[in-house]
């Protein structure tokens, strides 16, 4: 019998050759929220969710799903659906013939959703699967996974090659169908400002490891940007947690914690220097956790970052 209780890791490390990528990770997801996988490239997203889903093995540790374990288990590997980046489909398939034989895979299969996210993303029913560009790559990926209600479903940066409107679908689709038919949701993803919306936990990883878990809207309520000249930004944030500061010619955007009472607000709003909550990519990046390329859109100029957030950590 298995129970709600969601996924258990302890002392799970991995190495490939003698490369140990995966270092002695203790974590747990509770079931039914959406999770944000977050880390820079080569951080070990897939390769966590692919030992989760019993794609590859562990070195040493353990992983339940739901009190059990997921090697060679049957019953537990079909509440997951794990579609790999690169997945490879049988050279003849056409999306028809998978969509007529997925539910044999997945005891919650939804034909109609499959039926309607094939039609959103406009994908082909009868080319072969191979021939599809990345994007449609992409969107076929997501069909199966959102159609597969699997209770553990994962995503791999499930955006790759999808254009602004097919991501704005995806988004769109995956809350409509978490609405309907509640389960849990690991997504990796870099756009992590486009996604945040959709996350109600954050994992964040560095090199194999866990560098913090915490709820979304804890994280959001305890740091804030405030943004103005130089001088009077260092007024209002004195005595409060600088994690990051950025400068612009003499303007200074600085990213703090701490509790903000009136008086902060009182003296910012005098000195015309602006307060507004952190997004998460903002913080994410104050943890030195994202690479060069993921840098926050639309700032630049030098910046210092301090892991201060580490309180945070669970
Ligand atoms: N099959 C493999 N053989 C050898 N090394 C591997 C293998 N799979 C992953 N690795 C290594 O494990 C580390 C973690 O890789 P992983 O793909 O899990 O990172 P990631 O966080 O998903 O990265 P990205 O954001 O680029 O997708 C990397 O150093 C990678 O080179």
Known sequence: MTTNDGITITGLSK?????????NIDLELPAGRVYGLLGANG???????????NHIFP?????????????????????????????RWHDDFTLDMLMRVAPSFFSEWSAVTAEHLAAKFRLPRRTRLKKLSRGQRSALAITISLASRAPYTFLDEPYLGLDPSARSIFYTELMNEITEAPRTVIMSTHLIDEASS???????????????????????????????????????????EMLSSQSMGRIE????????????????EELHVSIEPAGLQELVAAFGILDAGDSIPGTSGSATAQPALKGVQS
């Open 15 to 23: 190495s490939f050759g003698r490369n140990e990528v995966l270092h």
């Open 253 to 268: 955007s600085a990213l703090v914690r701490g509790d903000l009472n009136g008086d902060t607000h009182a003296l910012a």
């Open 198 to 240: 959709l996350m109600e936990d954050v994992v964040l990883m560095r090199d194999g490891r866990i560098e913090m878990h915490a709820d979304v809207d804890t994280i959001a309520s305890e740091a804030y940007t405030v943004r103005g000249l130089a001088d009077d930004v260092t007024q209002v944030v004195a005595g409060l």
């Open 59 to 87: 070195s040493s540790g353990r992983i339940l799903i739901d009190g059990q374990s997921p090697a060679e288990n049957a019953a537990v590997l079909e509440r997951t659906c794990f579609i790999h980046e690169d997945q």
């Open 43 to 53: 951080a070990g997203k897939t390769t966590l969710m692919s030992l989760i889903c």
